[in-house]
């Protein structure tokens, strides 16, 4: 796995970490497991397209998540 490092100034290869991230989405607070790419040669994280597509599509199925569950609980399901 090949990516571009901003720092390196190149191609690197990449070492992929989960990552346990708090976030704010829309005003609601979210957690989520996140796949984070680490550059193998300087250890900064760097930005790697289909990895962040992945972490915006789980954030944002947590928060339709936590949206469901807030709506049930008003309601008074759950
Ligand atoms: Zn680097």
Redesign the pocket.
């Known amino acids: 796995m090949k990516s571009y ?1 901003y ?2 100034d190149k191609d ?1 290869e990449y070492i992929v970490k989960e990552e346990e991230v708090h976030e704010k989405l829309k005003g609601v607070e979210i957690s989520y497991i996140a796949k984070i790419p680490y ?1 193998s ?2 250890r ?1 994280e ?1 930005y790697v397209a289909e990895l962040d597509d992945d972490n915006i599509r789980k954030a944002h199925e947590k928060y339709r998540k936590k949206l469901n569950e807030e709506v049930n609980h008003i309601i008074g399901f759950s």
């Open positions: 490092c720092f390196c690197v550059c040669e300087c900064r760097i």
